[in-house]
């Protein structure tokens, strides 16, 4: 079962508008990510929001975290076409296992038009 | 993908044969993981390895097997390949126990037939 979902699924906008999905989880998490993966590619890490974090900016990256609501959202601003990917959040359960495992949603794609 | 490289990139087998797939890295980190990413399900973790010779198993790891013998080598095995293990197949590696980020291989497209 995923632990992230991601909504929506896909996503259809011009260049220069701002593009948001969100990610909702189920179980207590230590910190969530965002990766993007171009087609055909592996999957590139783009930010990652601790859980006692609420907002995290990188460059035209915002992702907000609320605990609890189990969600996360990211926002892209000012889009290009080279952010056509599609993009993938990963919650890293507490637990006391090691090894940092991550579990991924099932993506939202984006395509951004020129 | 710098630091991870995965081998092969493509693979056609038949059914029933068995498959080993490599990912090597440079980057020295502890820990190394395999995925396999299917439309509609994201990627799903299969094993992953917390040091050489420590391996566990994934969400998905039926009909897997995983080796480290050392620690820039992490080869996933198919025993006895079938048609739902076509699929594409990541690595991916971390320097953090928990809490990190992990990079990703290229990826290896595998379909069985």
């Known amino acids: 079962s995923q632990q992230g979902e991601e909504d929506p699924q896909a996503l259809s906008i011009q260049e220069g508008e701002n593009a948001t999905m969100n990610c909702s989880y189920k179980?207590?998490?230590?910190?969530l990510q965002w990766y993007r993966q171009n087609s055909g590619r592996g999957l590139v890490h783009l930010i990652l929001?601790?859980?006692?974090?609420r907002e995290k900016h990188s460059g035209r990256l915002r992702v907000t975290l609320d605990t609890s609501k189990k969600s996360s959202s990211l926002l892209i601003t000012a889009s290009r076409a080279a952010d056509t990917a599609s993009y993938f959040c990963?919650?890293?359960?507490?637990?006391?296992?090691?090894?940092?495992?991550?579990?991924f949603g099932g993506g939202t794609r984006v395509l951004v038009k020129p | 993908d710098a630091g991870i490289t995965q081998s092969p990139r493509h693979k056609v087998t038949e059914t029933g044969t068995p498959v080993t797939l490599r990912c090597h890295q440079t980057?020295?980190?502890?820990?190394m993981y395999w995925y396999r990413q299917d439309p509609g399900h994201g990627l799903r973790l299969i094993h992953y390895?917390?040091?050489?010779?420590?391996?566990d198993k994934g969400e998905v790891s039926d009909g897997y097997s995983v080796s480290r013998s050392k620690t820039e080598d992490f080869l996933l095995t198919l025993e006895s390949a079938t048609s739902s293990q076509t699929s594409v197949y990541f690595c991916?590696?971390?320097?953090?126990?928990?809490?990190?980020?992990?990079?990703f291989g290229p990826g290896t497209r595998l379909t069985v037939t």
């Open positions: 991916a590696i971390s320097g953090h126990a928990q809490g990190g980020e992990q990079y």
């Open positions: 179980t207590s998490i230590n910190n």
């Open positions: 929001i601790r859980s006692n974090e």
């Open positions: 990963a919650t890293d359960a507490r637990t006391r296992a090691a090894g940092n495992k991550l579990t």
């Open positions: 980057e020295n980190h502890r820990y």
């Open positions: 390895s917390y040091g050489v010779k420590d391996t």
